[in-house]
């Protein structure tokens, strides 16, 4: 249940954790490390929250996900996922209210690994995950237009389309230098891959927007500007000023649900991209457990939640990343830069950081995906537009829960539609021909007992409750001429409690009809239920039969004497 990666490693003397391997994962920590640094000062901003809890999140978090995780590759810290979230979080409930909300989380997604939930969270429907992915792209992104621009507005409305109604009304106030190093910055990071893979462009164009900025001394809002000292310093959150009441962890409990929600559905998300990659295994148990403890370490440092982020997750693997050491060197790292450089992000433009987190919206649109999803059936792309639609319009919470109803109405109709029951009982008119012609009148006997004496139906599907209906529906072809009905159930996988009171329907009007019910060829499971429900017992073992044939030349017996 919790077998983290790295000391099974250790214990085990894997031959993965060789001197070769390890200088490739202190490399790609690196690597790692300088594609996180510019990311994380971003995502703590837009969270609503001081730069440096970006980087400390990334610290703390980062080193025990890698710490403690079930994946080799996991690189964990601060995601553009989480913004939306958070600066809500911090709107209603304030800092403490987020710290609190996030320890929650972590506990509920320790108790998630604990209750093996791992394998559950990764059966939510891809439409929907593709539809709130996309959704939080797009709000994120438009979060990001007011510095980006250097828009003169004090406060920017939560609401999407207030935001945009906002942004209109005041783009006169927009700065011609902000605009351009903006611009500028965007199309560092999108062509800078171009001249060199290794070093990030994100980095490069914060460098190159920095530098722009203070040596042309341009009227640009710049980190600090906005928030002043920037602190390089690591510190525990004083808990005694914080309340701890029911009545708040009652209320906060709900934004905790959902960190902890989207912490689990994208960390293992990311662990499976990471498999793919690597061809290994990651334990979803542990890694939740480790998710918990990396969240719970977050809050305590004053940090944001944190999940494993699948860019810098694929960046590890890209640059010879294989054993959680990685993920170890690339905190390490952080850690390092914080404490040398930190007092020096006081001059990285905001309009620079805004350019970033547009790229980050971008890649994690899953447009293509999303394009692909609208050409597939008519129920994925309605999942996929109404979550992301509530996602953009209202928030992540109603969007996962409206898009999951929905999603489960969609297969509970397919489900029942795929479920035929069919009149097959002229399909067994030689079998009773060979079997009782002589003792008939005529050789017209035999198909009048098949066509009305005898009516068999073959069931093909799960009998459940949404498919009770199309099951009843039987009763509506016995007629005063039917002697006996046989069901035959021999492609029905699954019985549930719906199909079993339906059951008992048809055999109570059997015999107000004087009917005999006969069943057969059933399934493990529908027997089963039919035993512990105590159904074979009242109607008579007498009444099952192992095969059709048995079934129907027993009717045909009795119909003969």
């Given at each position: ?18 001197k070769?391997?390890i ?10 490390a ?11 901003i ?21 710490f ?11 995601t ?10 911090i709107?209603e409930?304030g ?22 939930f791992?394998?559950?969270i ?19 992104f ?7 621009l ?10 999407f389309?207030?935001?945009w ?40 164009a ?21 928030f ?10 004083e ?8 009545n ?7 934004p ?21 990659m690597?061809?290994?295994r990651h334990?979803?148990?542990?890694e939740l ?6 969240n ?26 294989r054993?959680?050491?990685?993920g ?12 040398m450089?930190m007092?020096l992000?006081?001059l990285?433009p ?6 970033i ?8 649109s ?23 639609t509530?996602t ?10 409206i ?15 795929s ?5 097959t ?16 009148e ?30 009843v ?5 016995l ?10 159930l021999k ?6 409690a719906?199909?079993?009171?339906s059951l008992?329907?048809?055999?109570h ?12 060829e ?26 059709v044939?048995n ?11």
């Amino acid at each position: 249940m919790f077998k983290p990666k790295l000391l099974s490693m250790i214990k085990t003397k894997n031959p993965s954790l060789n001197k070769k391997q390890i200088k490739d994962d202190i490399i790609a920590g690196i690597i790692v490390a300088i594609i996180a640094l510019p990311l994380s000062i971003a995502l703590g901003i837009s969270s609503g929250v001081d730069p440096e809890k970006g980087l400390v999140t990334a610290v703390i978090a980062g080193f025990l996900i890698s710490f403690f995780g079930g994946s080799r590759v996991q690189i964990g810290g601060p995601t553009g996922a989480f913004v939306i979230i958070v600066y809500g979080i911090i709107q209603e409930y304030g800092i403490q209210g987020l710290t609190i909300s996030t320890i929650m989380a972590g506990l509920i997604m320790i108790a998630f690994g604990l209750l093996k939930f791992g394998n559950l969270i990764r059966y939510i429907p891809y439409p929907i995950t593709i539809g709130f992915t996309s959704g939080i792209a797009v709000v994120l992104f438009s979060t990001q237009i007011k510095d980006f621009l250097g828009l003169n507005i004090s406060e920017v409305p939560a609401d999407f389309f207030e935001k945009w109604h906002v942004y209109i009304e005041n783009a006169s106030s927009a700065g011609i230098p902000t605009i351009f190093v903006g611009v500028l910055s965007i199309l560092i990071i999108v062509l800078w891959p171009r001249v060199n893979k290794t070093i990030p462009g994100s980095l490069v164009a914060l460098i190159f927007g920095t530098l722009i900025v203070s040596i042309f001394k341009l009227d640009v809002l710049t980190i600090g500007s906005l928030f002043g000292e920037i602190s390089n310093k690591i510190s525990f959150v004083e808990f005694s000023s914080i309340d701890l009441s029911v009545n708040t962890l009652k209320n906060l409990f709900p934004p905790a649900m959902t960190i902890a929600f989207l912490a689990s559905i994208e960390s293992l998300l990311s662990a499976m991209v990471a498999d793919g990659m690597i061809g290994k295994r990651h334990r979803s148990n542990t890694e939740l457990i480790a998710q918990g403890i990396a969240n719970i370490g977050s809050a305590i440092f004053g940090g944001i939640p944190a999940t494993g982020a699948i860019a810098r997750t694929a960046a590890n693997v890209k640059n010879g990343g294989r054993t959680p050491i990685a993920g170890i060197v690339h905190s390490l790292v952080l850690f390092l830069i914080m404490i040398m450089f930190m007092p020096l992000a006081s001059l990285i433009p905001m309009t620079t950081l805004s350019a970033i987190l547009m790229v980050v919206s971008y890649n994690m649109s899953e447009w293509r995906s999303f394009k692909e999803l609208l050409k597939s059936t008519k129920s994925d792309a309605s999942v996929l537009l109404l979550t992301f639609t509530l996602t953009v319009v209202f928030d992540l919470i109603i969007a996962i829960e409206i898009g999951m109803l929905v999603a489960m109405g969609l297969f509970i109709k397919r489900m029942a539609d795929s479920t035929a029951i069919e009149n097959t009982s002229r399909s067994y008119l030689d079998l009773f021909e060979e079997n009782y012609h002589e003792s008939m009148e005529d050789v017209s006997d035999y198909h009048k007992h098949m066509d009305s004496q005898i009516l068999l139906y073959e069931i093909n599907g799960p009998l459940f409750f949404g498919a009770a209906n199309t099951f009843v529906d039987v009763l509506d072809e016995l007629n005063i001429e039917t002697k006996f009905l046989i069901l035959q159930l021999k492609d029905v996988p699954i019985m549930d409690a719906t199909a079993l009171n339906s059951l008992r329907r048809i055999n109570h009007r059997c015999i107000e009809m004087n009917i005999d019910l006969f069943y057969c060829e059933l399934k493990p499971q529908p027997h089963r239920l039919l035993v512990n429900s105590g159904y074979i017992e009242s109607v008579g073992e007498g009444k099952f039969f192992n095969t059709v044939q048995n079934a129907i030349l027993t009717a045909g017996k009795m119909l003969s004497n």
